[in-house]
């Protein structure tokens, strides 16, 4: 499996024609470019991105990858990606294209919470608990209503196709996701009080509260409880869907795995110093993400190398860049590279890393 994931990077920058305002995941007012990143999740190595306009959703950019990929020669691979690129058009198109998927989806879906609202009494059955994950899961076979829109014959392909619809249930997760959803509550209630509302809030507002103003009394802010309620039965629940992976186990497993996305971009935002991108002309900007993402490929493969040797123990990534940087080399005119003294541990870094020490490197001339 693939794992497919976006990020939001900001900018001050007025020149840079794809930077808008959109949906920003640092939680920054600036407007942004938005970063796609593709992952094998065996080599733990990127080889796919691709910047677009800050105001483009992660929903509407499937269909260009799954081009790309039939260009770049993968017309048939596996994705995993979280609810952000759920549409019924996606999954329309992945089914269409024969990609086998495995996808998180919104527990507020209405045949998602019809099954919750089904299953939630036995939910938390002995026999639906798994110790290895200390959740509970259910799985069901369900049949999606797939269509496909043929414009070369001038009519629409309608037929149904078998999805593995696999739901889980974390009591940690419902008490966390129980105070979160307070704490929201909370701060819409003070700015309807304040009279400081929100743009972006105004559907939760309508949703949650019932507001009253008087010249007597001022504003007064009412809770829709029902409403409340219908948000609090899903607490604790998430879903993953998939065209191909039967057991709701390997489904988490795999599906865990894709944090190897996040923690990249983790990496490019901290470690290679792409919080912002500083930069205030187009070729600029597709320079720097092109040595960002081999940069990335470097960190990736050394990360990874670190984990499969155990190096944990000893080092962390920022520790063993720091140790072998301290190797020196000097050069001369008309002559080769000479390298300083390397420690029996270094070599051994190296080793691991299933590289050359340099000053072997240097002695091959």
């Known amino acids: 499996y693939w794992a497919y994931d976006s990020t939001s990077i900001s900018s001050h920058s007025e020149c840079l024609r794809q930077v808008r305002h959109g949906k920003n995941k640092d939680g920054d007012r600036l407007p942004q470019i938005n970063l796609l990143l ?28 799954m081009r790309d990929l ?7 691979v596996k994705l995993v990606t979280d609810r952000g690129f759920y549409s019924m058009d996606n999954v329309n198109g992945l089914y269409q294209n024969h990609i086998k998927f495995l996808m998180s989806a919104s527990t507020s879906l209405s045949f998602v919470k019809k099954t919750i609202e089904t299953v939630k009494d036995t939910m938390c059955d002995w026999s639906n608990y798994n110790d290895k994950y200390d959740l509970y899961t259910y799985t069901q076979t369900m049949e999606w ?15 149904s196709r078998r999805m593995y619809f696999h739901l889980y249930y974390n009591a940690d997760k419902a008490v966390e996701d129980g105070r979160k959803f307070n704490l929201r509550m909370t701060a819409l209630s003070e700015e309807l009080l304040s009279g400081n509302r929100k743009a972006e809030h105004e559907k939760d507002y309508g949703k949650y509260f019932e507001v009253k ?17 219908h948000a609090k039965s899903r607490f604790g629940y998430f879903v993953l869907l998939s065209n191909e992976i039967k057991s709701p186990e390997m489904a988490l497993e795999i599906y865990r795995n894709k944090d190897v996305v996040e923690k990249a971009f983790g990496n490019i935002k901290e470690r290679l110093n792409c919080k912002r991108m500083l930069v205030s002309s187009d070729a600029s ?70 590289v050359l020490a340099p000053d072997v490197v240097a002695s091959l001339g």
């Open 145 to 159: 209503d797939y269509t496909q829109v043929r414009p070369y014959k001038g009519d629409t392909l309608k037929g």
């Open 213 to 229: 103003q008087t010249p007597v009394r001022g504003i007064r802010v009412k809770a829709k409880q029902t409403a409340m309620d």
């Open 38 to 65: 593709l992952f094998g999740q065996k080599s733990n190595l990127p080889f796919y991105y691709r910047k677009l306009a800050g105001n483009i959703p992660d929903v509407k950019t499937l269909r260009v990858l």
């Open 70 to 76: 039939d260009v770049l020669g993968y017309p048939k």
């Open 285 to 354: 900007l597709e320079g720097k993400l092109f040595v960002e993402f081999i940069a990335l490929i470097y960190l990736s493969y050394i990360k990874k190398r670190m984990g499969d040797k155990n190096l944990f123990k000893h080092y962390t990534l920022q520790g063993l860049l720091d140790e072998v940087d301290m190797i020196e080399c000097f050069t001369e005119p008309g002559k080769s590279l000479f390298v300083g003294e390397v420690l029996q541990k270094q070599r051994q870094i190296y080793k691991d890393m299933d």
